[in-house]
C-alpha cells in the first residue's frame, strides 16, 4: 500500500527562521547598522536612568532623586551656557532657514544647465568636509597675519582684526561657516520641489502676462511650503542641538564664554572631569525638551508650524533682545515676557483675530509687544541682577 506522507504545518517562529534563512546575505549586510543602533541608540537610551543615580563604576548604583538636576539649575554657569545654545540654534535653524530656500530659486533661475550643474557642484561639495578641516580653512582665511581678508583690510589701511578671538565676532564666523557648509545641501528638498512643479503652471501664469518675480511669489512659494514646514518640524526636535563638531573645532579660551554649548558642557562634565551623572542630567534635559518640541498633538502640521514660529519669536525674541541688550533685565521679566507672550499668540489668533480688520495681523507681531513691554516692566519693578551678573554682562559685551 502507498502511503502519502503529508508535511506538517510549520509554525510561524520556523516560517520566519526560513525566510531569515533564505535570505542571510541581506541580513548580514544589514547587521553592522542594526549593531550600531542598538548599542549607540538603544542602550544609551536604558542608561539615562544614570540622571536620577549615584554612579558607581565597582558597585550597585544608589538612588539620587532629583539631586543631579538641582545642582545644574543653581549654576551659574548653566542659565549662560543654555543662552548660548539657544542663540546658536536660533541662528542656524531660523536665521538661516530663508537663505536655503532663496539659493533654491536662484538656483532654478539660471537658465545654463552647465552652469547650474557648476554652482550645485561647488555648493554641495562643503557639506562632506569635516568641521576639522572647515575649521582649518576658517582660521587661515582669519588669520591677523597673512589672512586673506586682513590682507584686503590692509590694502584701504585697516588694522588686522583676530576674528576667532573677539567676543563680538566669533558668532558672525560661527554663522558664514555654517552657512558656507550648508547652504548647498540644505537647499536640495526645495530644489528637488521646485523642478517637481507642473509646466503648465509656468506657461499659464506667463499666458497671463506674469513676471518672473509674480512667478515666483505665486507659483514656485506656494510648492515650497510643505517642504519648508516639514523641515522646519524635524528641526525642532534639534534645537538645543547647535553642533558639537563645529563650535568645539572653532572655540578657545578667548571666546569658550560666548560660544560654549550644551555640547560642549556635557563633555567637559562627563569625559574631561568625569561627572557622568550630571552631563546625564544635561543630556536627559536636552532630549526632553527635543522631543517637546517636535512633538504634534494636534496632528496638524500647519497649526504646529504656525504656533512654533509666532510662540518663538513673540514669547522668546523679546526676551532674547532684552537679556542682550539691557543689562537691568532679569529672570522674572524673562519669565513674564515669555508666559505673556506665549499667551498672547493663542489668545490673538483665536479669540481677537477673528473679529477681522485690523486685528487680522499674523500673531507674532502682537506677542513680540506684549512680550518686550512685560519683559521691561517686570524687571523694573523687581530686584535688579546681582553686581556679579551685571559685572559678567559688560565683560561679555
Given at each position: 500500500m502507498q502511503t502519502s506522507l503529508k508535511q506538517q504545518p510549520k509554525s510561524k517562529g520556523q516560517r520566519l527562521l526560513m525566510r531569515i534563512w533564505q535570505d542571510r546575505v541581506l541580513y548580514l549586510l544589514l547587521a553592522p547598522a542594526m549593531l550600531y543602533f542598538v548599542f549607540f541608540r538603544l542602550w544609551p537610551i536604558w542608561n539615562m536612568r544614570l540622571a536620577f543615580f549615584n554612579y558607581k563604576a565597582r558597585s550597585e548604583w544608589t538612588w539620587a532623586g532629583l539631586k543631579w538636576f538641582e545642582i545644574i539649575f543653581s549654576s551659574n554657569g548653566f542659565f549662560t551656557i543654555l543662552g548660548n545654545t539657544l542663540r546658536i540654534s536660533f541662528m542656524k535653524y531660523v536665521l538661516m532657514f530663508p537663505f536655503s530656500v532663496a539659493f533654491a530659486i536662484l538656483l532654478n533661475e539660471l537658465r545654463s544647465s552647465r552652469m547650474r550643474k557648476l554652482v550645485q557642484v561647488s555648493t554641495y561639495l562643503p557639506h562632506f568636509l569635516s568641521w576639522v578641516v572647515i575649521a582649518g580653512i576658517f582660521i587661515n582665511i582669519l588669520s591677523p597675519t597673512g589672512g586673506i581678508l586682513n590682507d584686503f583690510r590692509a590694502l584701504f589701511g585697516l588694522p588686522a582684526v583676530d576674528y576667532m578671538t573677539q567676543k563680538d565676532t566669533i558668532m558672525g564666523v560661527l554663522f558664514a561657516s555654517s552657512l558656507w557648509r550648508s547652504l548647498g545641501w540644505d537647499s536640495i528638498i526645495y530644489f528637488a520641489a521646485i523642478i517637481g512643479i507642473n509646466q503648465s503652471l509656468y506657461e499659464a501664469a506667463y499666458m497671463d502676462g506674469a513676471t518672473r518675480m509674480q512667478v515666483i511669489r505665486y507659483v514656485v512659494l506656494p510648492a515650497?511650503?510643505?517642504?519648508?514646514?516639514?523641515?522646519?518640524?524635524?528641526?525642532?526636535?534639534?534645537?538645543?542641538?547647535?553642533?558639537?563638531?563645529?563650535?568645539?573645532?572653532?572655540?578657545?579660551?578667548?571666546?569658550?564664554?560666548?560660544?560654549?554649548?550644551?555640547?560642549?558642557?556635557?563633555?567637559?562634565l562627563g569625559l574631561t572631569q568625569g561627572q557622568y551623572e550630571v552631563s546625564t542630567a544635561v543630556g536627559l534635559l536636552k532630549g526632553v525638551v527635543g522631543v517637546v518640541l517636535a512633538r504634534d498633538p494636534d496632528s496638524s502640521v500647519f497649526g504646529i508650524v504656525s504656533f512654533a514660529w509666532a510662540g518663538f519669536g513673540g514669547s522668546f525674541g523679546a526676551v532674547v533682545l532684552c537679556a542682550l541688550f539691557w543689562k537691568r533685565c532679569n529672570w522674572q521679566g524673562a519669565l513674564a515676557g515669555m508666559l505673556c507672550g506665549g499667551l498672547v499668540v493663542f489668545v490673538w489668533k483665536y479669540i481677537i483675530s477673528p473679529l477681522g480688520g485690523v486685528f487680522g495681523i499674523y500673531e507674532l507681531l502682537p506677542a513680540f509687544l506684549v512680550s518686550l513691554a512685560v519683559c521691561a516692566v517686570v524687571s523694573l519693578v523687581t530686584p535688579a541682577p546681582t553686581e556679579?551678573?551685571?559685572?559678567?554682562?559688560?565683560?561679555?559685551?
Open positions: 515650497l511650503i510643505t517642504p519648508m514646514v516639514t523641515t522646519f518640524i524635524l528641526n525642532l526636535g534639534f534645537f538645543l542641538d547647535a553642533g558639537f563638531d563645529q563650535v568645539f573645532n572653532f572655540t578657545n579660551d578667548a571666546v569658550n564664554s560666548t560660544i560654549d554649548i550644551l555640547d560642549t558642557y556635557i563633555y567637559r556679579d551678573i551685571l559685572a559678567e554682562f559688560d565683560a561679555a559685551k
